[in-house]
């Protein structure tokens, strides 16, 4: 559902590591999910996106996991480096065209 | 390739004056518009989105309207801002297949209210 009035969590790992981003989505019809990264200051970014008939897909240092029984979809970071330090959103929507709804955002720090 | 224009890029408003932000769409024809609003340290809000030139639907009663005078052209209005306007003001379209679902975003407009 809507993320309005929650504030970001954040999570913080060290250069190099593993990241993972979890997002917890509300509509079981959803069938289509989407990750943004936002860097300060500037608009959301597609990163990777994901279709309901598949439960992973990989990108560049990036994995999309997608649990439908839970409804639970996972960012995986490999390697991760300063330049991913940003806010990371995940989106879903249900019915190709529909809208797209944001969940409520996951501010990455990364340790050099 | 498509590119999102927004302005202006920063305003800051007195409580009870009127807003208008503009967005303009190049690269692209027919495309699903959206303004979004992100609070400070928050997520995404949807305002409105439009399928069309004219056709505006809104996601939540508030103080702003939108219009779509052209094809390319989202409009983002208020008759007398509220404090809680303030924020982040995101527009965006769908690609160029559109089906997918995917957005594009503008770089935004920051509002502060006083």
């Known amino acids: 559902g809507e993320s309005v009035g929650l504030h970001l969590p954040t999570l913080s790992v060290q250069e190099g590591d593993n990241s993972i981003i979890n997002c917890a989505y509300s509509n079981s019809a959803s069938d289509y999910f989407i990750w943004y990264k936002q860097e300060s200051g500037k608009g959301p970014q597609f990163i990777i996106d994901?279709?309901?008939?598949?439960d992973k897909r990989q990108g560049q240092r990036v994995t999309v996991l997608l649990n439908k029984t839970v409804k639970h979809l996972s960012l995986q970071i490999a390697a991760t480096q300063p330049g991913d330090s940003a806010v990371y959103f995940c989106?879903?929507?249900?019915?190709?065209?529909?809208?797209?709804?944001f969940g409520q955002g996951t501010e990455l720090s990364v340790k050099p | 390739s498509q590119t999102i224009h927004q302005w202006p890029a920063t305003l800051v408003q007195p409580v009870g004056s009127p807003l208008s932000l503009e967005c303009t769409v190049e690269?692209?024809?027919?495309?699903?518009l959206y303004w979004y609003r992100q609070a400070a340290g928050r997520g995404l809000q949807l305002l409105f989105y439009?399928?069309?030139?004219?056709?505006i639907s809104s996601e939540v009663p508030q103080n702003l309207s939108a219009s779509r005078p052209q094809d390319r052209q989202f409009i983002l209005s208020s008759k007398k801002l509220l404090l809680s306007d303030s924020g982040f003001y995101l527009c965006?379209?769908?690609?160029?297949?559109?089906?997918?679902?995917?957005?594009?975003f503008g770089e935004g407009s920051r509002l502060t209210v006083l």
């Open positions: 994901i279709r309901s008939n598949m």
């Open positions: 989106a879903e929507m249900a019915n190709q065209g529909g809208k797209l709804i």
């Open positions: 965006a379209n769908t690609g160029p297949s559109g089906a997918t679902g995917e957005l594009f």
């Open positions: 690269g692209t024809s027919n495309p699903n």
């Open positions: 439009s399928v069309g030139i004219g056709q």
